[in-house]
Nanobody
Framework: QVQLVESGGGLVQAGGSRRLSCAASGRTFGNYAMGWFRQAPGKDREFVATISWSGYSTYYADSVKGRFTISRDNAKNMVYLQMNSLKPEDTAVYYC???????????????WGQGTQVTVSS
């Protein structure tokens, strides 16, 4: 079992930066790949980024590549999403999730946090 709690959301101006954090509980955190997803009002949940259990492999959605960076600290049971050059279209609820292997589809993830709202003003 893995419990996930996101934090770091809020209001930010376009062009600004924000770092999201995801705190995981459970002794098996290091065995899981982690992902970030987001859901904007009226839209489906979409993949943002994923990182392997070791942290060596990362993958990003094309829409955030070059602007967002996913990282993890297994010693602290933490996953991060550094978001730079934010755009109004990045406005969404951001969720972290845990999976056995890195994946882009939400169905592959077994555990989810409650989400944190990020609003980017123009």
């Amino acid at each position: 079992q893995v419990q996930l709690v996101e934090s770091g959301g809020g209001l930010v101006q376009a062009g600004g930066s924000r770092r999201l954090s995801c705190a995981a509980s459970g002794r098996t955190f290091g065995n899981y790949a982690m992902g970030w997803f987001r859901q904007a009002p009226g839209k489906d949940r979409e993949f943002v980024a994923t990182i392997s259990w070791s942290g060596y492999s990362t993958y990003y959605a094309d829409s955030v590549k070059g602007r967002f960076t996913i990282s993890r600290d297994n010693a602290k049971n933490m996953v991060y999403l550094q978001m730079n050059s934010l755009k109004p279209e990045d406005t969404a609820v951001y969720y972290c999730a845990a999976a056995r292997v890195s994946a882009r589809d939400s169905a592959s993830y077994d555990y989810w946090g409650q989400g944190t709202q990020v609003t980017v003003s123009s």
